[in-house]
């Protein structure tokens, strides 16, 4: 049996407002994808301090340590071990929730208007 299976729960889908205290509540948070455009559920993640355990897709695909771990895709093992190892590694969860401001409706909103003002 997985050790941590008594720790983990799975929820299943939510409305969107209902995300944040699970977020707030997690530990770290896991994308185990095997693709992802921008991958809005990390940023989310981040913006509540919490650390993210992914495969190398989307926003992950460039995360520094400060922010999580990347694993390679379709690897339980590593999943797993990481899942382990990433609950003796200490997070700024200040520092995660401010590398999250730049993907903030606020952020994205001022470089549209930097850009349209180009144009």
Not at 60 to 89: C, F, V, W, Y
Request: aromatic fraction near 10%; glycine fraction near 4%.
């Amino acid at each position: 049996q997985f050790p941590c299976s008594k720790s983990i729960e799975f929820i299943g889908p939510l409305a969107h407002d209902d995300t944040i205290p699970y977020y707030q509540d997690a530990d770290f948070f896991i994308l185990n994808s095997e693709y992802e455009t921008f991958s809005i559920v990390v940023a989310e993640a981040w913006s509540c301090g919490v650390p993210v355990i992914s495969t190398n897709v989307g926003i992950a695909a460039n995360m520094s340590r400060d922010l999580g771990r990347n694993i390679p895709k379709n690897d339980s093992t590593a999943l797993s071990e990481m899942m382990l190892s990433i609950q003796k590694s200490a997070f700024d969860a200040e520092k995660i929730r401010n590398h999250a401001m730049q993907f903030s409706n606020e952020a994205i909103l001022a470089k549209l208007n930097a850009l349209y003002a180009k144009i």
